[in-house]
């Protein structure tokens, strides 16, 4: 998945993409006519964290490449509290739930649950939901603490649902055409997934009152091989799309992009602090901290957070 991003960041926006990286990012609302990006700080976290809202912790998963991968946890300084490396496979998506229960999605075939306020040495999975014969690219759960899984493996890839400590599907869904890169649930329990299966034939699904039945409608929002997604407090959906290296934010009916927040490199997955003011992108080797919705960068999280390359990220508390 990763060296696929890669070698797609060729792309026919680089034109647009070079202004806003030499203005230095911002937002394009559509609703009030193309808005030149406004200009965002890119700085070294090394002073006091600018979270004010809440924000207890920050998990990033580094991507196994020199071996199994590794999750970071940092605190609202953005300093490393701890480092796990027990029980995963190539950690790609991770997830923080609202008992601050940590999951990491591993594209080797599992996803793996960690206790809260893991110690400084890291810490041994309290649970691992085996998934044979897949490769977990997200892991998130809902108001229940249901455990969804997006599978990246082959095209079609799938959904699944399991309940907290159980590895046995509740419910599967195929999502064609594409990969599963990125699953949300909303307040109602309505989940939203994000399918990919090349430049031009990228969706979003939504799947009304959950999994059960797998009735799954396309939402008529187009994206271009879209990332993560994310749902805010007023249940905007929030979606990275990769090679054309923008967020998008798009309100209900999920029909017409909000407004673009410009000025990433290749943005994967994301998330959302519980004030939303606060959103994290991961990008190439790094994690971009911006304010929310503006899309101001005030800050860059690299190698002394102990981030180096980064696939996952998750806040807590999250919504």
């Keep these: 998945m990763r060296s696929a991003v890669v070698a797609a960041l060729i792309v026919s926006t680089a034109t647009a993409l070079a202004a806003c990286n030499a203005g230095g990012g911002g937002t394009v609302t559509p609703a009030s006519g193309n808005v030149a990006p406004s200009a965002f700080r890119s700085i070294d976290a090394t002073g006091p964290s600018i979270a004010k809202s809440g924000l207890k912790e920050l998990v990033v998963s580094n991507y196994g490449q020199s071996g199994s991968g590794n999750l970071v946890v940092l605190n609202t300084a953005y300093s490393q509290t701890a480092s796990i490396y027990a029980g995963l496979n190539e950690s790609d998506g991770v997830w923080i739930d609202a008992k601050g229960r940590i999951y990491a999605a591993n594209l080797g075939g599992s996803v793996t649950e960690y206790a809260a306020n893991p110690s400084p040495s890291g810490a041994q999975p309290i649970f691992t939901y085996a998934t044979p014969g897949t490769s977990p690219v997200v892991v998130t759960t809902d108001a229940k603490s249901n455990v969804y899984v997006g599978n990246g493996d082959s095209f079609p ?13 509740l419910y599967s869904c195929v999502s064609s055409p594409g990969l599963v890169i990125g699953v949300a649930v909303d307040s ?53 799309e990769q090679t054309v290296g923008d967020v998008l934010i798009v309100p209900y009916p999920y029909s017409n992009v909000e407004t673009t927040l410009l000025g990433f490199s290749g943005p ?14 991961t990008e190439g080797s790094d994690v971009a901290v911006c304010q929310y919705p503006s899309g101001t ?11 180096y390359d980064p ?4 806040a807590y508390p999250e919504r």
């Design 157 to 169: 890839g799938s959904v699944y649902e399991y309940k907290q400590g159980s590895d046995t599907p």
């Design 268 to 281: 994967y997955q994301l998330a959302l602090d519980k004030k939303n003011d606060l959103l994290f992108v």
């Design 188 to 240: 109602k329990g309505d989940v939203f997934v994000a399918n990919v299966s090349g430049p031009s034939a990228s969706a979003i699904y939504e799947y009304p009152k959950g999994l059960k039945g797998c009735n799954a409608a396309q939402l008529p929002v187009p994206v271009n091989y879209v990332g993560g997604i994310a749902l805010d407090k007023n249940d905007k959906l929030v979606i990275a």
């Design 311 to 314: 696939t996952g990220v998750a």
């Design 297 to 307: 960068r005030e800050t860059t999280l690299g190698a002394s957070q102990g981030v």
